[in-house]
């Protein structure tokens, strides 16, 4: 059962950017085939997903990130990343990493803060 460990968020100015980062633990093999996906839970909102990454790395954005939002993935390190530019308010929230269609089991998250 892969298990996720997120990190790389912070508090950011409007416009900003970040890199996060989620290492995943597990098989290397099962983590190659797995469709991954960074979600966010603002404050007081329901989670949504953001971004995807197929094994074949196609990817997907939510049309509320798209052009400002990367996902990327490297198999050999079990890792998947976020690339986030230009960083807006809308953006601050809880960050998390899971397989899509998520498991039940999810990290601690990486918190993004956006403020002036």
Known sequence: ?????E??????????????SCEVSGNVLMFGLSPMA???QG?????????SINSDLTTKYA?????RFTISRDNAMKTVYLQINNLQPKDAALYFCNRTP??????Q?????VSA
């Open 38 to 40: 960074w979600y966010r």
């Open 109 to 113: 998250g990486t918190q993004v803060r």
């Open 1 to 5: 059962q892969m298990q996720y460990v």
């Open 63 to 67: 049309e509320s990130v798209k052009g």
């Open 7 to 20: 990190s790389g968020g912070g508090l950011v100015q409007p416009g900003g950017s970040l890199r996060l």
């Open 102 to 107: 998520p498991s039940l089991n999810w990290g």
């Open 43 to 51: 404050s007081g909102q329901v989670r949504e997903l953001v971004a």
